[in-house]
């Protein structure tokens, strides 16, 4: 291939391109040279490529200098193999100029058809095909399509004109209007294009080309192409190609027609042909809904031997491209043309099914079928989502804090709640925030909703750690406790009516809509066990009740790689006891409290042990600052300035103004970044040896029953070394105590989080003591950025997202270049002082596919995320390795 | 020097030790032997090495083989040459054993003095002294001093036994106990000893000598060490030298004497004999008190010979250390011993003085003297400080948040304190906080107190800004505004009482406390003059006012390398018109308020390029969330509680409630990390651009008037280079439309602050829109440890120094292990994409000595810091070269 060609003819048998040109000739024009080559029945053309849209723009928007002669070349050759020519006024050569970009950008860029029509050339094309209507009709599209894309006149300028010539003709639809209306449409339009550019309607065809090329390859970069590029992440310098075709008609008659298909059904993944056609008909009419298509079944009878044509080359295609495709066609009086062909989208449930088959028909290895299957379509199929098909009343969005769909009566108090959600009514619990007081109404409702916070607030952490569907920060609805009310966009919500709410997409919903139950079948097994023999990264889970860990053991996980004690000190029973340690002033009082949580917590862990087995369970110690577990500072506030005015109840006052001292001392300005984690383990040593010590009386007693545990204990928050090698000794000593109190020896390792930069900067350094290393990528991403994940979500990182200063949301997708490279930094330091040094990821990253593929890279041992998220992160996982082989 | 040798003999004019061998010998061992060998008298003995005691600890407290026949070897060394024997009743050699470290540890360890003596040898000595009572007394101490250090018996009891002893026989001093008293005392002791320990008093001298050798080893571990080697860093690995040396006594009569002395006077600096002596006693009756010494100049005429040699050997020392000695001598029956000698500790004052006499007077080169000056205590000179030899009433310590002392009036509320300062009373602002609303009082006052807040709270930043003392985060004191008083420790200050404050140290006075005023004289300007000529980084200051600025180049700042333009939206008159812009729901409502501000911000610049001249003026756009600029809203809280519960003011309750709902809108839960920085100026581009217009429309005037200015625009908190070309592009648009319409050309740079870990790590990407990097050290060190500074500083940060988790406060030492890392991965990357790349510091770490060097090591092209310490930075960096060289 010569640098300098620059357009590739199809046609005849044969094209100079090939599927695997798509970055040159686009998808449709790499796939029309495909199809050629195939011997597949495709009207001939030419493609002229990205590289000369990416050149066009570079110098200044004009053209490389061979580009002529070569499109020259092409149009002779395709006069030839028509045995037409440009311009012919006996039998004209008509052609479409389309845009085809290397990813497909649908409607974004322009189309002109029937180019090559002028007023001489208009009766070749009657004479040709005996129909004058048809002819003039083409004609006038034509003129009004060029009017429109090459010259930039607004199309609604000609409808007006149509819209009067109808009027004027009394004819109710277009096609009402006959061949001597069209004729003065045609002059009307050209009198507009004149009065309106001062040009004249240009008859010279290749004129009409040029123009129309340049036409296209502009608009790569009209508005639309550019914003649509900017959502969907398509580069603004890979161009498009611009594809010269010639014409066919499945609107010449009875015998023609035109249509779309799958070669299998798209939604259900079912081998079975999918599609629509309409007989003498053209493209737009198939899509536009004035005529209700047919089903593709039905071709067999209406025009068997196209039918057969088209099964025929549906067989070739799949055996060809090993996918299922999604085709255009259309039949030119009996002849059936190929116009597009393209792998075929479908949903998460198709995908699965399709990708099973194809193994099982020989058609694909196990490998193409696992990578065949995006892992964010997972999450479709194992959470209750609304019926896409339903008609549904939206009251507003807010963030997709916990997945899963939900409806109920509206519930303002959440001590209400609890009771009617533990009467077994459904409710929903929308607050403008919650707090740990509100768990028990969190616990018995059917759903969350909140007005505030961000991802990581506390109703989303919570509703996540529930596996209960939250949609959290929905700032478009105003809460009102007094009145029991929330108002939305003027609509006003009141106690005891019904929303639904999806978490999955954060849409908040009027009534009950219906809902999709989760879709896991044996298909989806089945890929998933091919899936997990091509990893080599393991996937455990985010639990902290023994039933989401064996919820997560369903899913296939194979370990805990984070617990989160501190969810567990939220229980209502229990909130008290905590403030009493927290309020406590001195070493004594707290250890009292202490003493009290300790059977609490060391059977929670019991439970998780005995649910995961053998398999291996991380403890996280302690992690958020204490005054989380205290009441609101605001409402405290208001509390004793109202008793304090009203003077009525001096007791009351006094026992309030104490915890509000004590909120106030605890108060942090920056709690994200305050006195927690392994910064409380270090200045109440009392509490993590607490927790120890249930951990190890948990794990010894079962293992005194003969069972198998493998408790990790892992160190939240650590920055330094020195911070580490305390809180591990404290820890060791209290593990053994345990241990040999118990007269029982069990394998244990001490490890930490790596969540702060400068962990990960000296990560050498922290290897000595630590055992095992596990990523906290949300502290990391929020410590790396500087970004507050609470406030910054909520503000500035939505906008920042909207107006595409990031690509992604770093707390979403792991930050490969920042976040990504500082873990880099941390493996490689980590295992230059312990060789085989075991890492994993325990924050949501470790659920996302692109972050799962990059921990692979980066030679994790371990992902964990939360348990509806395992399949995901196995799939993910194994289509990394896959990679890496090719 | 054998592998093996752990035995260094000194004597007879020569030694086998000399001062390089410091760390083997400590610093007394390997100054003894470096007199010896000078030729100068030194009592005779031998040094067993630091080597031995770290190899003692390693060998779970055994010696290493050939100790033994080494220490015996030079006993009879020191015998021969001292003509006298070990335990030889005629003429007993005594000695005394002696600690002695790398680094001295005054007071730490222990000594034995008068080993050697027993029953029989007691009598030689009295035979050779011809004095019983001195023989008894010299026997009496041993005894004692033994079975304290050598065999743990606790002091007092010893003192005990003596006064009952001076009861009976009506003693009122030691010294009154006649000959057969201490013969009593004597065997009173060993009784004493034998009934505690079981074991008899040794008389054999070996015996004694290898216990006490071993005493002086093991209190290497006491605790009192260890906690002054954890307070000093001092490694424990280091262990101390054991030196034996032959007794000589000042307390003979007469013709003895002991003194201490410097070569010159350590607080002035000036070239005289600086010290004390006492006839006839020992050296721990210079130290004690209870006879008043005598000026070393007395010693000429008191004994003229002694005097002499003293002279000779104080001018050798200088001679041959090139350094002030610090020195202890013993005159024993007329003849001068030196006991020691060190490198004399001084004051700031004096070690210039003394630094650049001693060039003058060639002892020295310039690099040494610049070396000889430590940073640090240049604050000492360079603020008002409280007379340190004043007795003063210490009320508390808090925070040392702005250094510089003052007095004044406590005055609670800030009007008030405004009004009564503006009429030229001293007053002292005492507040919990501080908020903007408060900065016309901190204007008025001398210094502000307050009793929380850390290093960077709203206090401590305005106060170092206004270059005003201030005390922050003094938890001991309680504040109470409706009282208006604070108690401290059960002391109740009232309003009007006065108080004294020293931001150098933290401390807070009761009364009015004597202060010095900075001294800076001639030797100053020449020391500093050739530091400037030997360092290759600049440095700039962080200047937010003209005066500052003026100040700064005083002190020999070159630029301004942080202009924080958020403290001119501080004034009185200003803050209102913030709070419109903040409040402003649209862009036009914002900008109004911008218009209003511009004119005043376009002074502000004015004043400061005018006051810098030509050199580089480093502007910084808003930084701080917007809330900061809003009243605190707990206060607004309760107000408005206060203002419903009450309901007689309902108009001002909506408008506080309007406030309320506001500040509740912007506020965030960790502010640090939330819309602040570049994010505002994405936000609300109008913003930016209006400080953008300021600065140019400032600079772009003087410019008109011939004036030379050079700005450089900053833009703050960037993350990704995504954020600072969208603000850099904006920016320089702005400065071109003002310039342009001024008809000027300007040079000027837009550069960025280095101060997220991402923006480390992504330094290539961002070094390309940036023309210049800040590290901004503050907002680094509190991402990469994941530290709230206002949190850490107040909590868990203290308690991690205290305790030795941490050695420094980053936030005053930068971290070099972590932070420091991250910074040279800037660097490099930065100037991986642009070689030239000028880069600097404006964090506060910019005027602390051992960040300065660091920053000179990694290449950055200047350091910023506060006005004082701009001297304190130029002699650093200054070091940091010689350093280099050396």
């Known amino acids: 291939m010569s640098e300098n060609k620059y357009v590739y003819f199809f046609g005849g048998g044969e094209a100079d391109g090939r599927t695997g040109l798509k970055n040159l000739l686009g998808g449709k024009g790499a796939n029309l040279a495909e199809m050629t ?74 189309t002109v058809l029937n180019l090559g029509l002028n007023d001489q050339t208009v009766n070749g094309l009657t004479k040709k095909t005996g129909n004058e209507r048809f002819a003039y009709d083409s004609y006038r599209r034509f003129v009004q399509m060029y009017g429109n894309v090459v010259l930039g006149i607004d199309g609604s300028e000609f409808e007006e004109i149509i819209e009067a010539k109808k009027e004027e003709y009394g004819a109710e639809v277009d096609t009402d209007l006959d061949v001597k209306a069209l004729k003065e449409l045609v002059k009307e339009f050209k009198k507009h294009i004149k009065e309106l550019t001062g040009l004249d309607f240009p008859e010279d065809p290749k004129e009409q080309l040029w123009k129309a090329i340049t036409a296209v390859f502009g608009s790569w970069n009209n508005e639309r192409a550019i914003s649509y590029r900017n959502l969907n992440d398509i580069p603004h310098h890979w161009g498009t190609a611009v594809n010269v075709q010639t014409m066919v008609y499945g609107n010449m008659g009875e015998d023609c027609g035109t249509g779309v298909a799958f070669t299998r059904n798209p939604s259900t993944g079912e081998k079975k042909y999918y599609g629509e056609y309409l007989k003498n008909a053209q493209g737009e009419d198939v899509v536009s809904g004035v005529r209700t298509p047919k089903d593709i079944q039905e071709l067999k009878n209406d025009m068997p031997q196209a039918y057969r044509q088209l099964v025929e080359i549906f067989e070739k295609l799949e055996q060809h491209y090993k996918d299922v495709q999604d085709v255009e066609f259309t039949i030119q009086q009996g002849e059936l043309y190929m116009l597009q062909t393209r792998t075929g989208k479908r949903t998460a449930k198709a995908a699965i099914k399709i990708a099973v088959d194809m193994v099982d028909e020989g058609l694909i290895d196990k490998e193409t079928a696992v990578m065949r299957v995006d892992p964010k379509k997972l999450d479709q199929l194992l959470h209750k989502r609304i019926d896409p098909d339903a008609e549904v009343d939206l009251l507003a969005t807010g963030l997709d804090a916990s997945p899963g769909a939900a409806s109920g009566e509206v519930i303002f108090d959440s001590d209400e709640a609890a009771e009617r959600g533990n009467e077994g009514e459904k409710v929903i619990l929308v607050r403008t925030e919650t707090s740990p007081e509100d768990i028990h109404g969190m616990a018995a409702a059917q759903g969350i909703l909140t007005s505030r916070g961000g991802m990581t ?52 919903y009027y009534g009950e809509a219906p809902t999709i139950d989760p879709e896991l079948d044996k298909n989806f097994e089945k890929l998933m066990k091919w899936a997990d023999n091509f990893r080599k990264i393991n996937v455990r889970t985010n639990a902290d009740t023994p039933a989401d860990a064996k919820k997560a053991v369903e899913y296939g996980a194979e370990g805990i790689g984070l617990t989160r004690t501190e969810h567990m000190f939220f229980a209502e029973d229990r909130l008290p006891i905590v403030q009493d340690m927290i309020l406590a002033t001195d070493t004594e009082t707290r250890k009292k409290a202490l003493d009290k949580l300790l059977p609490m917590q060391k059977e929670d862990f019991k439970g998780i042990f005995e649910a995961m087995g053998e398999r291996p369970v991380t403890i996280r110690l302690l992690d958020p600052p204490l005054h989380e577990f205290l009441p609101d500072h605001g409402e405290l506030l208001v509390e004793v300035t109202e008793l304090r005015i009203k003077g009525n109840n001096p007791e009351k006052l006094k026992e309030k103004e104490k915890m509000l001292k004590e909120v106030e001392r605890l108060e942090e300005v920056n709690p994200m970044l305050g006195h927690r984690g392994c910064r409380l383990g270090i200045s109440y040593p009392e509490i993590y040896e607490m927790q120890v010590k249930a951990i190890f009386e948990a794990a010894g007693e079962l293992a005194l029953e003969g069972k198998k545990v493998s408790p990790e204990v892992m160190i939240p928050l650590v920055s330094d070394i020195a911070e580490l090698k305390i809180t591990k000794n404290s820890a060791l000593k209290a593990a053994q105590t345990v241990l040999d109190k118990l007269g029982v020896e069990l394998n244990y390792t001490i490890g930490t989080m790596i969540e702060l930069p400068r962990a990960c900067i000296t990560a050498d350094e922290i290897a000595e003591e630590a055992e095992f290393f596990s990523f906290g990528t949300n502290d990391l991403t929020q410590t790396a950025y500087g970004f507050s994940r609470d406030d910054a979500e909520g503000k500035f990182l939505a906008k920042y997202i909207e107006d595409n200063v990031f690509e992604n949301n770093p707390f979403q997708v792991l930050d490969q270049d920042g976040v990504g490279k500082l873990m880099k930094i941390a493996v490689d330091k980590g295992r230059q002082t312990k060789e085989n040094l075991k890492i994993g990821i325990c924050g949501e990253h470790g659920g996302e596919p692109s972050s799962v593929k990059f921990c692979h890279r980066v030679g994790l041992n371990y992902v964990s995320c939360s348990p509806f998220r395992v399949p995901l992160a196995r799939l993910a996982a194994a289509q990394a390795q896959i990679e890496d082989q090719a």
């Open 457 to 508: 607030s506390h109703a989303a952490v919570v509703a996540r750690g529930m596996g209960k569907p939250a949609v959290a920060g929905c700032e478009a609805i105003s809460v009102d406790y007094e009145k029991e009310e929330f108002t939305v966009d003027g609509r006003i919500i009141k106690k005891g009516e019904c929303i639904t709410i999806d978490g999955g997409n954060g849409e908040v």
């Open 37 to 110: 080559n195939l011997g597949i029945n495709v009207p001939p053309g030419f493609t002229i490529t990205t590289e000369v849209c990416t050149l066009y723009y570079e110098n200044d928007e004009n053209y490389p200098k061979n580009l002529d002669q070569q499109v020259k070349e092409a149009l002779e050759r395709l006069e030839e193999l028509m045995g037409q020519e440009f311009g012919d006024v006996e039998d004209p050569l008509l052609v479409s100029v389309r845009s085809g970009a290397r990813e497909s950008m649908p409607g974004m860029m322009d």
